[in-house]
T-cell receptor
Framework: EAQVTQNPRYLITVTGKKLTVTCSQN?????MSWYRQDPGLGLRQIYY???????DKGDVPEGYKVSRKEKRNFPLILESPSPNQTSLYFC?????????????FGSGTRLTVV | SQQGEEDPQALSIQEGENATMNCSYK?????LQWYRQNSGRGLVHLIL?????REKHSGRLRVTLDTSKKSSSLLITASRAADTASYFC???????????FGSGTRLLVRP
């Protein structure tokens, strides 16, 4: 089944403890992206990647890192999480630029930082 | 920014009725997409309409685009309880590499 797989689905962590949210897609998509969703603020893009080893900042990149060493994987790294990073996170992939092909989204990761 | 703004923010209808959601945007676009999000889940791509198209259908969905008014509408006919979700529009310009989403319309279909 064609899908974007995020793990974990739920995560509670403490301030400052490094964490990684994994994202993997099995559709050979070129473009991958991370969004966070907060009440009243909608979905905001954190980082995106147009291909292997090519990443760029979205609208809210502060406090996050990403890497794209393989086409299928696009992990999101929080080096020192803070409570304001408590949010619902989505990974998404697209065959090419998402405006032309549309996104396939993962099921989300609900992160709580205490 | 080519972010879309959905209207209304929330909509409650009876099963079997039609639901209409609107999207407005500010700049010229090349196409516009609609997505659905069930509570807490990932968004699902519904339909893409190009700037040279005025109307597009997919099952019970009908999307219109009026580029002169910079607006689009999503009509769901004969709604079902399973259509309860949030709906987002995402306008797109070819010069951009980002797809920006608004805050969505929350649709509740009462059985």
């Amino acid at each position: 089944e064609a899908q974007v797989t995020q793990n974990p689905r739920y995560l509670i962590t403490v301030t400052g403890k490094k964490l990684t949210v994994t994202c993997s897609q099995n559709m050979n998509h070129e473009y991958m992206s991370w969004y966070r969703q907060d009440p009243g603020l909608g979905l905001r893009q954190i980082y995106y990647s147009m291909n292997v080893e090519v990443t760029d900042k979205g609208d809210v990149p502060e406090g996050y890192k990403v890497s794209r060493k393989e086409k299928r994987n696009f992990p999101l790294i929080l080096e020192s999480p803070s409570p304001n990073q408590t949010s619902l996170y989505f990974c998404a992939s697209s065959l090419g630029v998402p405006g032309l092909y549309g996104y396939t989204f993962g099921s989300g990761t609900r992160l709580t930082v205490v | 920014s080519q972010q879309g703004e959905e209207d209304p923010q929330a909509l409650s209808i009876q099963e079997g009725e039609n639901a209409t959601m609107n999207c407005s945007y500010k700049t010229s676009i090349n196409n516009l997409q609609w997505y659905r999000q069930n509570s807490g889940r990932g968004l699902v791509h519904l339909i893409l309409i190009r700037s040279n198209e005025r109307e597009k259908h997919s099952g019970r969905l009908r999307v219109t685009l009026d580029t002169s008014k910079k607006s689009s509408s999503l009509l769901i006919t004969a709604s079902r309880a399973a259509d309860t979700a949030s709906y987002f529009c995402a306008p797109w310009m070819d010069s951009s590499y980002k797809l920006i989403f608004g805050s969505g319309t929350r649709l509740l279909v009462r059985p």
